[in-house]
């Protein structure tokens, strides 16, 4: 028997901010999974529909990603309801996962990598001059 709350994994957060970007809160997560990225997109059609928006991925803790998920990022499904993505986070595993992601399976979507949120809220927003290169240091 389980009861509520018990025994249940945590599930990232996910908000539409006031900006119009969704936002995916992947805090106190290191592992990636497919599951996880679905329940991210349910997250997204909750707060948004299906509209196109701006993802931005708090995932500075994340060190292992599911070769799944990378895939999952070019799915028709959800190349229709991303209009950019921003990963947020510092740690050299995350940088080196978002750069083979990005050399193999880059989704038709545009894609960066932030050390800060506020440097990835500007480029999602149309900041030009952000907008220049793959990785962000």
Do not use: C, K
């Not at 990232?12 to 990225?37: A, C, K, Q």
């Not at 997109?41 to 708090?58: M, P």
């Not at 510092?90 to 960066?112: G, I, K, N, T, W």
């Amino acid at each position: 028997m389980t009861i509520r709350g018990i025994d249940t994994t945590p599930a990232p957060r996910t908000w539409l901010g006031s900006n119009g970007i969704i936002y995916h809160d992947l805090s106190g997560f290191s592992h990636l999974t497919l599951e996880m990225v679905d329940a991210l997109h349910r997250g997204h059609l909750r707060v948004a529909g299906n509209d196109s928006r701006a993802i931005l991925i708090l995932a500075d803790g994340v060190l292992t990603i599911d070769f799944e998920v990378q895939l999952f990022a070019s799915h028709p499904r959800i190349l229709s309801s991303v209009s950019s993505l921003a990963i947020v986070g510092s740690s050299f595993m995350l940088r080196h996962l978002s750069s083979m992601f990005l050399s193999y399976h880059r989704p038709a979507y545009p894609v960066e990598v932030f050390d800060t949120r506020e440097e990835a809220e500007a480029w999602l927003l149309g900041s030009e001059e952000t907008r220049q290169g793959d990785i962000h240091s």
